[in-house]
Each structure stands twice: as C-alpha cells, then as structure tokens.
C-alpha cells in the first residue's frame, strides 16, 4: 500500500514563479514529514522537514504546508529557478522508531527560462 | 567531511548471476539504509542497518540481503538476478535515527540487468 503518495508524476513552472508539489498520506500516525531533491545521477538530498506540530516550516524560497485534516502536505518554491529542476519526494518516517522511511513517487519539476 | 561513498557507480550483470554493492556511511554515522529506485516504483525502502544489525525491513524478496560491519560499512546484495532487479540503488546514512537526524544520500550504483 501506497502510504505518501504523490499525484502528479511531473510540473512544468516558470522561472521566477511560484512551484506546487503536493503529497498526500493515509497514515494519521505519521508526524514528521521531510522533502528530498535529487538531480540525475546524484543521490537524494535533504531539503526540508516540518513536524506536525507545526502547519507551516520556511527555509530561504522553500516552504512546506502541513494540513493535518486532509492528510496534505505542500512545497512551495518562490521564485523557482532554473536549478531547481529535479525530482522532490515527499517521505515519512514509517515506523515508530521512524527509522524506516517511506516516499512518495516523486514529481519532476521542470522550471523553464 | 567527505559524504556518503557507494561502490561500484555502474554495473552490468545478467540474469541469475548475483552483485555486491557497497556503501560508506558518513564518519561517526551509525545507521545505514538502502533504497531502490525505479521509474515506476519511486523510491523503495530495502533495510536499514545499525550497530552491524538489520533494524528494520522493506517488503523485497530474500534474495535481497545486507550487512553492516563494525566500521559501519555496509553491503547489499542480490543473488539470482532478475531483469526487474535493473534500478538505481542508494544508500543513506545518519547519526542514529531518520526520523531526527538528516538522511546524507549517496550517488547510487546503477544497475543494470541484461
């Protein structure tokens, strides 16, 4: 079973505007949300996190939205760049240790000049 | 600090033969996973090793299997490979838990069978 689920397999924005990626998930125990980038040929890479304490996490043009009602969450990137074109999963920590991550299908944002 | 180092980067098998890949882990990082990626299954979850014991368990097959060493290291591997098994595997590593600590990602081994 799919458990963070990513709807929208690609997005194409341009530069200078605002990018959307959605995540949802089923599993209301989940608390504690992270977004990974990853380029062609490169590893994933940490971007951001956000707790479910909070409903809004902020990092330089990186903000991820938690609503905990609709099980959503949202990365928001403002302004996009051209660099930002890459693969961003949604994942979540599967079991109570949260040692076991689990990650959405990863949407491919192209950000065009 | 270097960053989390995978060997080999590209393989090459074919059907039913078997492949070790290896991964070091950040210095004085203790937990090690393993992850496949494919186009059509995203990232997937294989172990995750700490303290030279698999800790916890993806939903794959057996002839998935790993360890870890006293020094953190890791190994993964695949015996009697499957044209599915064709995928970019990487391995992550943290301090201790993922839940708390940052997953440092590797560049992956791609590997491919014929």
């Known amino acids: 079973d799919q458990q963070v689920k990513q709807n929208s397999p690609s997005l194409s924005v341009q530069e200078g505007r605002i990018s959307i990626l959605n995540c949802d998930y089923t599993?209301?125990?989940?608390?504690?949300f992270l977004w990974y980038k990853k380029y062609p040929a490169e590893g994933p890479t940490f971007l951001i996190s956000?707790?479910?304490?909070?409903d809004k996490n902020e990092d330089g043009r990186f903000t991820v939205f938690l609503n905990k009602s609709a099980k959503h969450l949202s990365l928001h990137i403002v302004p996009s760049q051209p660099g930002d074109s890459a693969v961003y999963f949604c994942?979540?920590?599967?079991?109570?240790?949260?040692?076991?991550?689990?990650f959405g299908g990863g949407t491919r944002l192209m950000v065009k000049p | 600090k270097a960053g989390v180092t995978q060997t080999p980067r590209y393989l090459i098998k074919t059907r039913g033969q078997q492949v070790t890949l290896s991964c070091s882990p950040i210095?004085?990082?203790?937990?090690v996973s393993w992850y496949q990626q494919t186009p059509g299954q995203g990232l997937q979850f294989l172990f995750e090793?700490?303290?030279?014991?698999?800790?916890n368990k993806g939903n794959f097959p057996g002839r998935f299997s790993g360890r870890q060493f006293s020094n953190s290291r890791s190994e993964m591997n695949v015996s009697t490979l499957e044209l599915g098994d064709s995928a970019l595997y990487l391995c992550a590593s943290s301090l201790v838990d993922f839940s708390t600590d940052t997953q440092y990602f590797g560049p992956g081994t791609r590997l491919t069978v014929l």
């Open positions: 956000i707790s479910s304490i909070k």
């Open positions: 210095s004085g990082h203790r937990s």
């Open positions: 994942a979540a920590p599967r079991d109570n240790a949260g040692n076991m991550l689990t």
């Open positions: 090793y700490f303290s030279e014991t698999q800790r």
């Open positions: 599993n209301s125990m989940f608390d504690y």
